[in-house]
């Protein structure tokens, strides 16, 4: 892919959908991508400027004047490479690596600032159970003690009803025996 500064300029990125900024993955790999591009572009202007110099010298140009070529060279075969040198493609690169670098950090940063809050929402969450739970099982306890409470009851009524109706019973077999005999001794 022939990079040229328009394409640097006019990149867009996605914007991504569960945090601010750019999705790092694909600013990463246009950066590769320049950074490849880069290392082709100065690989080529370090073989034109050998053929540059080799053809000076069997033009009759000397040593000297073959160490003295300039940083930059004609471009008009090759327009993808106006105004490049080796300075501007260094500074390039070391602006791709810095940016690079801090698209890494604010990622860095991002990724610790949700592990944080979510680490946050987990321990709240986690009290408001616990508290929940310690609401309900106390509330199951009072019932508990409530109902506890009268079954007792119900047990004391049952005992009580138990021993009135054995006495009544009783009472009434008395009487029974008493007309018995009664009526027996009348005859």
């Given at each position: 892919m022939a990079l040229t500064p328009e394409d640097v300029v006019n990149k867009r990125f996605q914007q991504t959908k569960f945090r601010e900024g750019y999705d790092q993955d694909e600013?990463?790999?246009?950066?590769?991508?320049?950074?490849?591009?880069l290392r082709r572009l100065n690989q080529e202007v370090d073989d034109l400027r050998k053929r540059a110099a080799a053809a000076e010298a069997r033009a009759g140009g000397t040593k000297g004047a073959a160490a003295a070529a300039p940083t930059t060279f004609p471009t008009a075969d090759f327009p993808e490479l106006a105004g490049v040198d080796s300075t501007s493609s260094n500074n390039l690169l070391q602006l791709a690596r810095r940016l690079h670098e801090e698209?890494?950090?604010e990622g860095i940063e991002k990724r610790d600032a949700l592990v944080a809050?979510?680490?946050?929402?987990?321990?709240?969450?986690?009290?408001?159970?616990?508290?929940?739970?310690?609401?309900?099982?106390?509330?199951f306890d009072q019932e508990?003690?409530?109902?506890?409470?009268?079954?007792?009851?119900?047990?004391?009524?049952?005992?009580?009803?138990?021993t009135k109706l054995r006495g009544y019973i009783e009472g009434q077999l008395k009487d029974l025996d008493g007309m018995t005999a009664e009526a027996a001794s009348t005859r």
């Open positions: 600013v990463d790999d246009f950066l590769d991508e320049i950074v490849v591009e698209h890494v950090r809050e979510g680490q946050a929402t987990a321990a709240r969450v986690i009290a408001e159970a616990e508290t929940n739970a310690r609401s309900k099982v106390n509330k508990r003690a409530m109902l506890e409470n009268s079954i007792n009851e119900l047990r004391t009524f049952e005992r009580e009803y138990r």
